[in-house]
């Protein structure tokens, strides 16, 4: 069954470094997510992509983050630095276009932990 | 009013309760609800989509209710293996901007034998 995968699964760094989260989504999905869960709290939207474009982004995701889909199949969530209160762990989603992106269930990955020192 | 509000939990119920969770969302423009269920530090994992005419899924049934705002999920003959936490998760998205999931806060479920 395909599943979407994210690297690394645990990052560590220090304030104020830069970081990359990768994932490579579903092959035939067209609309990728990203989303983050606070230790002890929900998960909460990012940001939406589609058609190498942002669709939709949340008031988190501030101008220090940014995403790309550099080649066909990897999509990633930079960091450009980091805070503490950016540690979390952070999913990648991808959906297909069957219905349309709000009706179609969104798949996600096992997530990459990010703790910031 | 939170985006996606439910029960607190936790519920501790003994292996073939049946239990009941319980959800409200604010945004009636909603166009797609769903139970996800999130095993500890692992990601959320589809369990059922929420339909209108209210949907069954073996052990599983789920609700909606459009007028009231209100989601809801059964479980049956509850197993051990059902442990976990259930996500309430209502997509507001739109066709131009593409799909957002809101979660909610997610109520923990622990099956005892």
């Known amino acids: 069954e395909p599943e979407v995968t994210q690297t690394p699964s645990h990052q560590v760094t220090q304030m104020g470094q830069e970081v990359i989260l990768r994932c490579v989504p579903i092959?035939?999905?067209?609309?990728f997510y990203w989303y983050r869960q606070i230790l002890g709290q929900k998960v909460e939207f990012l940001v939406s992509?589609?058609?190498?474009?942002?669709?939709?982004k949340s008031e988190i995701f501030d101008d220090q983050f940014s995403v790309e889909r550099p080649d066909g199949s990897n999509f990633t969530l930079k960091i450009r630095s980091t805070k503490l209160e950016d540690s979390a762990m952070y999913f990648c989603a991808s959906s297909e276009p069957s219905g349309g992106p709000f009706t179609d269930t969104q798949y996600f990955g096992p997530g990459t932990r990010l703790t910031v020192l | 009013r939170k985006e996606v509000e439910q029960d607190p939990g936790p519920f501790n119920v003994p292996e073939g309760a049946t239990v009941a969770f319980n959800c409200t969302y604010s945004?009636?423009?909603?166009?797609?609800f769903f139970w996800y269920r999130q095993d500890c530090r692992k990601e959320p994992k589809l369990l059922m989509s929420v339909y209108s005419s209210g949907n069954e899924d073996g052990r599983f049934t789920a609700q909606l209710n459009r007028a009231s705002q209100y989601i809801s999920l059964l479980i049956r003959d509850s197993k051990l293996s059902d442990s976990a936490t259930y996500l309430c998760v209502v997509n507001t998205g739109s066709y131009n901007q593409g799909g957002k999931l809101i979660f909610g806060q997610g109520t923990e479920l622990s099956v005892k034998p």
């Open positions: 992509f589609y058609n190498n474009e942002i669709s939709e």
């Open positions: 092959s035939n999905h067209l609309y």
């Open positions: 945004n009636s423009a909603s166009q797609s």
